[in-house]
């Protein structure tokens, strides 16, 4: 025990001597000694922090301009959730480039939304709050993927506007030995 708590104290010397621009220091109430939180970016909100750190647009040149919508394009299709990936990575590939700056503020609003949420609300399981429904990249990608379950879904396999999906791709197949839902 004696030994982690060492290795505890000279990781956090090695980190409080190292100076990174994204860290900050506070101060705990229970002890004098500042810690060092990592900062969020691109807006992200961190459990530790309160603040949020606004994603810089810079349109000024051609290689901001390329670097921030690399960066846009890689976080829209680098999201983890496949079907947001191919949704909006595609959305974003089409349309990044006749965007101006409110354009791509309120498509970082929209990255910066929980991918959960995010495709229940542009699938119509849920209806969006309120700010969410304001945003025109949202208004225009959840058209996008409303008209594409309209003309590319069968009705039998769709779900009621307003309730989550329960059924799968394989539910016309069903037999006396088939499952009750899903696609097992």
């Given at each position: 025990?004696?030994?982690?708590?060492?290795?505890?104290?000279?990781?956090?010397?090695v980190?409080?001597?190292?100076?990174?621009?994204?860290?900050?220091?506070?101060?705990?109430?229970?002890?004098?000694?500042?810690?060092?939180l990592?900062?969020?970016?691109?807006?992200?909100?961190?459990?530790?922090?309160?603040?949020?750190?606004?994603?810089?647009?810079?349109?000024?040149?051609?290689?901001?301009?390329?670097?921030?919508?690399?960066?846009?394009?890689?976080?829209?299709?680098?999201?983890?959730?496949?079907?947001?990936?191919?949704?909006?990575?595609?959305?974003?590939?089409?349309?990044?480039?006749?965007?101006?700056?409110?354009?791509?503020?309120?498509?970082?609003?929209?990255?910066?939304?929980?991918?959960?949420?995010?495709?229940?609300?542009?699938?119509?399981?849920?209806?969006?709050?309120?700010?969410?429904?304001?945003?025109?990249v949202?208004?225009?990608?959840?058209?996008?993927?409303?008209?594409?379950?309209?003309?590319?879904?069968?009705?039998?396999?769709?779900?009621?506007?307003?309730?989550?999906?329960?059924?799968?791709?394989?539910?016309?197949?069903?037999?006396?030995?088939?499952?009750?839902?899903?696609?097992?």
């Open positions: 025990m004696a030994s982690l708590r060492r290795a505890l104290i000279s990781s956090q010397r980190l409080k001597s190292t100076a990174a621009p994204n860290r900050i220091h506070v101060s705990s109430s229970l002890s004098s000694q500042p810690h060092t990592f900062c969020p970016r691109y807006g992200w909100v961190s459990r530790f922090s309160t603040t949020t750190q606004p994603m810089d647009i810079d349109l000024s040149s051609e290689e901001s301009k390329r670097r921030l919508f690399n960066r846009l394009l890689y976080r829209s299709k680098q999201r983890g959730f496949l079907e947001l990936d191919l949704v909006l990575g595609k959305w974003v590939e089409k349309h990044i480039h006749s965007m101006d700056e409110n354009g791509i503020k309120a498509l970082v609003d929209v990255l910066d939304l929980e991918n959960p949420d995010l495709w229940k609300w542009l699938t119509g399981q849920e209806p969006a709050p309120e700010p969410v429904n304001g945003n025109p949202f208004i225009s990608i959840h058209k996008k993927v409303m008209s594409n379950l309209d003309n590319h879904a069968s009705p039998e396999t769709m779900a009621i506007a307003g309730q989550p999906w329960v059924r799968g791709w394989d539910d016309f197949k069903k037999g006396t030995d088939s499952p009750i839902t899903g696609n097992q």
